[in-house]
């Protein structure tokens, strides 16, 4: 029995969401189909984070076992092609997808992408700008006005540590074991961009995550940021466990899972640096 | 009887093209929905290009009159509300949509879009990358290989002049007068991006165009990159007139509509200068 750990990377904006659902265009649907024919059985994905419809993903991971004698390299390859994800062809003309098998790897028998996880990096982000930047719109939450990323960064730094992360929680999580989180460290940038914009990227790291929590973080930060919420309430609203005194849940085309870590080292590196995205000027 | 000339700015991926289609999602019958809202009216738009499905614009040009009362500022802000493109509200996580006006002014009575440009300037960009990248799909043609963008720019000087572009026009163009047409001027541009790989945006600024052209001549210009044309072969291409000669009609995803000219001065500085645009790294 072969076991297999992938990285995806993929565009949420066509997918309603990671988790398989029938009569639904899933992330988990479509990499499980492509992955059941080319291993010619029906594979099973367990994906590290269900990521809501609209979310994207520089690194989800996903494991899957079986009796399959294909190696991970050759299946990446097979499963790019099929997903419209492989090395460009100049010869045909085939349209990109918008789901990517990053990495193939081998892993010990019993792996599991989501149980051995010890924590994650989301990035979210808000583009200040002040008219609609078409090509941005889903790729980041749009914002108006001049959000002081100095004050949403204070804010920031208030959030971190091992808390009960009530307030940040939306309704219909089904967390088990409470509502208590380590999180790592949470990071504000700012870069400019396009038609006089900021693009502000709010890095979170934590080992475990309440339902829509980095959302609901990135919509109290905004409202640092607008002087809405002083960074020294952060504390307060996080004691008083009140989903109210925190901010508004920011839209999911903002959000990214970076990163998932299996190792405590690497996560809390991860922490301490930002997230390496390859510049994309066009 | 009032007139007025707007710039719109849309990404084509979701729509069929700019002419208006009866049942098809298009740009031209998006925004006349729009505009006959806001004008009380029935609104005609006269586009100076139509553009074809997938082709995406930062400025094209329509104009369209009648007896409205509205300023074309306030037809502005209007028609963005109205198509998701206005000033973000944080207030409101409106979706941001994938057309927008640009600009709106008056013009004079009898002014049109069309008849009264003098030239334009489409980009056409390929992306040279080893790997697909899914958030860009949309945004280019991805190519494999190492194409050379010095022998593509060679290439494309000889593409420029008053010539007789039959070899670069598909087949059911409907273009009337003869098929000489005026290049002013093919520029090739090259800039890091992604993953280790390189965007080749070609520029071309011409007074009129038969159908398909950019895209021939951006297919016959990665062809000069691999070394499967040489440059010193481009003449004998256009003067052979024949469609086979000449490279494949590259894919509509990494064509945009850069520019609409009214002035013959403003557009040759514009064929010798590089289309600005603004620094979209993420």
Same mark, same amino acid.
Request: with cysteine.
């Given at each position: 029995?072969?076991?297999?750990?992938?990285?995806?990377?993929?565009?949420?904006?066509?997918?309603?969401?990671?988790?398989?659902?029938?009569?639904?265009?899933?992330?988990?649907?479509?990499?499980?189909?492509?992955?059941?024919?080319?291993?010619?059985?029906?594979?099973?994905?367990?994906?590290?984070?269900?990521?809501?419809?609209?979310?994207?993903?520089? @690194?989800?991971?996903?494991?899957?076992?079986?009796?399959?004698?294909?190696?991970?390299?050759?299946?990446?390859?097979?499963?790019?092609?099929?997903?419209?994800?492989?090395?460009?062809?100049?010869?045909?003309?085939?349209?990109?997808?918008?789901?990517?098998?990053?990495?193939?790897?081998?892993?010990?028998?019993?792996?599991?992408?989501?149980?051995?996880?010890?924590?994650?990096?989301?990035?979210?982000?808000?583009?200040?700008?002040?008219?609609?930047?078409?090509?941005?719109?889903?790729?980041?939450?749009?914002?108006?006005?001049?959000?002081?990323?100095?004050?949403?960064?204070?804010?920031?730094?208030?959030?971190?540590?091992?808390?009960?992360?009530?307030?940040?929680?939306?309704?219909?999580?089904?967390?088990?074991?409470?509502?208590?989180?380590?999180?790592?460290?949470?990071?504000?940038?700012?870069?400019?961009? @396009?038609?006089?914009?900021?693009?502000?990227?709010?890095?979170?790291?934590?080992?475990?995550?309440?339902?829509?929590?980095?959302?609901?973080?990135?919509?109290?930060?905004?409202?640092?940021?607008?002087?809405?919420?002083?960074?020294?309430?952060?504390?307060?609203?996080?004691?008083?466990?009140?989903? @109210?005194?925190?901010?508004?849940?920011?839209?999911?085309?903002?959000?990214?899972?970076?990163?998932?870590?299996?190792?405590?080292?690497?996560?809390?590196?991860?922490?301490?640096?930002?997230?390496?995205?390859?510049?994309?000027?066009?």
């Amino acid at each position: 029995m072969r076991n297999f750990l992938l990285t995806l990377e993929y565009d949420g904006s066509l997918f309603h969401g990671w988790q398989r659902q029938p009569g639904k265009r899933t992330v988990q649907g479509q990499l499980e189909s492509v992955l059941s024919r080319i291993c010619l059985a029906d594979v099973r994905l367990d994906g590290a984070s269900r990521t809501d419809a609209g979310v994207h993903a520089y @690194g989800q991971s996903a494991s899957f076992g079986g009796d399959f004698a294909i190696p991970p390299e050759r299946l990446k390859l097979a499963a790019n092609n099929l997903l419209g994800a492989g090395p460009p062809d100049a010869g045909r003309r085939a349209r990109v997808g918008d789901v990517r098998v990053a990495d193939a790897r081998e892993v010990p028998d019993g792996f599991h992408a989501r149980y051995d996880a010890v924590g994650k990096k989301y990035i979210y982000r808000m583009l200040a700008v002040p008219e609609a930047d078409i090509f941005m719109r889903n790729a980041c939450w749009q914002v108006a006005g001049e959000p002081d990323a100095g004050a949403m960064a204070e804010a920031a730094a208030r959030m971190a540590g091992v808390r009960d992360f009530r307030a940040f929680r939306a309704s219909g999580g089904a967390e088990t074991g409470g509502t208590v989180r380590e999180v790592l460290g949470v990071a504000v940038y700012e870069d400019a961009f @396009g038609r006089g914009g900021r693009m502000i990227s709010i890095e979170v790291t934590g080992a475990g995550f309440l339902y829509n929590m980095v959302r609901i973080m990135a919509g109290t930060l905004l409202g640092a940021g607008m002087g809405r919420i002083s960074p020294r309430e952060i504390d307060g609203i996080i004691e008083s466990g009140e989903r @109210g005194r925190a901010g508004p849940t920011a839209p999911p085309q903002g959000l990214c899972l970076a990163e998932v870590y299996y190792g405590r080292e690497a996560m809390k590196a991860a922490a301490a640096t930002r997230f390496a995205r390859p510049c994309r000027s066009v």
